[in-house]
């Protein structure tokens, strides 16, 4: 059984920081990646960013320069840190993590956190 803990959602003025974290206990072998999705009201989920075991890191255009992802493997973390943030940030973000395996005989599977809402007023 493998639980995901998120946080540092909130509210924030444009142009402020949040720094978004989740960490992954239980039983786990590794993770191919991790990574935060974001839903904003009305609109689909979408990637944010997400970064490999060996630290390749892929952005959304709308996040580029703006947005740190990093990762913690001894820890099974992953943080977003979120500058300049703007009024169309605002969403739920989701953490995701790509096919974490219990044992090295797993196939593996996605989990995904239950979101943390991230407000930013103009």
């Known amino acids: 059984q493998v639980q995901l803990v998120e946080s540092g959602g909130g509210l924030v003025q444009a142009g402020g920081s949040l720094r978004l974290s989740c960490a992954a206990s239980?039983?786990?072998?590794?993770?191919?990646?991790m990574g935060w999705y974001r839903q904003a009201p009305g609109k689909q989920r979408e990637l944010v960013a997400r970064?490999?075991?060996?630290?390749?890191?892929t952005y959304a255009d709308s996040v580029e320069g703006r947005f740190t992802i990093s990762r913690d493997n001894a820890e099974n973390t992953v943080h977003l840190q979120m500058s300049s943030l703007k009024p169309e940030d605002t969403a739920v973000y989701y953490c995701?993590?790509?096919?974490?395996?219990?044992?090295?005989?797993?196939?593996?599977?996605?989990?995904w956190g239950k979101g943390t809402l991230v407000t930013v007023s103009s």
């Open positions: 970064i490999t075991g060996r630290s390749t890191t």
């Open positions: 239980g039983r786990i072998f590794s993770i191919n990646a």
């Open positions: 995701h993590l790509d096919r974490l395996k219990a044992t090295m005989y797993d196939d593996g599977r996605d989990y």
